[in-house]
């Protein structure tokens, strides 16, 4: 089983700032097979980036992502007020066993 | 729009079962593979397992194996999760998500397990 480690485990930033998001994965992740997703208080989780870099439909551009290999990064170019949430990453590359990272908390600063 | 819409909160005994439906809408649904995902309170998300529609296949995490249970029924194009079982550590918000990437989630169940 791939092992997702996230860093850091809570961010506090203020709006208007760059976040940086790390995913490192304890091997290499199939085909870049990583997304990152967003979740809100009691909400579902949101698709933001999959593919390691493709940015789901609707996703605004402040939103990147980068990464290859192991080592995955989510940036927020420039913070808006909503983007204040958790994050998690996760490999759907290694069948049967996905796994999800144990979250980022963004909070603001 | 694409949209999966799960079945109501539970409440059940530890020892007993529970069965979460999922209704998909939207899209033609024996394209995608769906799965199911869990987050315990306060926790982190946890994948179940995956089931295909097209021909009902699945595949489940080794920690849920012999537990957990995926069907669909292709004539209401909705995908069941039946846990058995249940311990007071499956209390959780269970959802139904959409493909690989799990691009589209249904708003979650809560299964809560108390005696």
């Known amino acids: 089983e791939i092992v997702l480690t996230q860093s850091p485990g809570t961010l506090s930033l203020s709006p208007g700032e760059r976040a940086t998001l790390s995913c490192r994965a304890s091997q290499s992740v199939s085909s870049n097979y990583l997304a990152w997703y967003q979740q809100k208080p009691g909400q579902a989780p949101r698709l933001l980036i999959y593919g390691a870099s493709s940015r789901a439909t609707g996703i605004p551009d402040r939103f990147s992502g980068s990464g290859s290999g192991a080592d995955f990064t989510l940036t927020i170019s420039r913070l808006e007020p909503e983007d204040f949430a958790v994050y998690f990453c996760?490999?759907?590359?290694?069948?049967?066993?996905?796994?999800f990272g144990q979250g980022t908390k963004l909070e603001i600063k | 729009q694409i949209q999966l819409m799960q079945s109501g909160a539970e409440v059940k005994k530890p020892g007993a079962s529970v069965k979460v439906s999922c209704r998909a809408s939207g899209y033609t649904f024996t394209s995608y593979y769906m799965q199911w995902v869990r987050q315990a309170p306060g926790q982190g998300l946890e994948w179940m397992g995956i089931?295909?529609?097209?021909?009902?296949?699945?595949t489940y995490a080794q920690k849920l194996q012999g537990r957990v249970t995926m069907t669909r029924d292709t004539s209401t194009s909705t995908v069941h999760m039946e846990l058995s079982s249940l311990r007071s550590e499956d209390t959780a918000v269970y959802y139904c998500v959409r493909d690989m990437t799990l691009d589209y989630w249904g708003q979650g169940t809560l299964v809560t397990v108390s005696s």
């Open positions: 996760h490999q759907y590359g290694s069948s049967p066993m996905y796994t």
């Open positions: 089931i295909n529609p097209r021909d009902g296949s699945t």
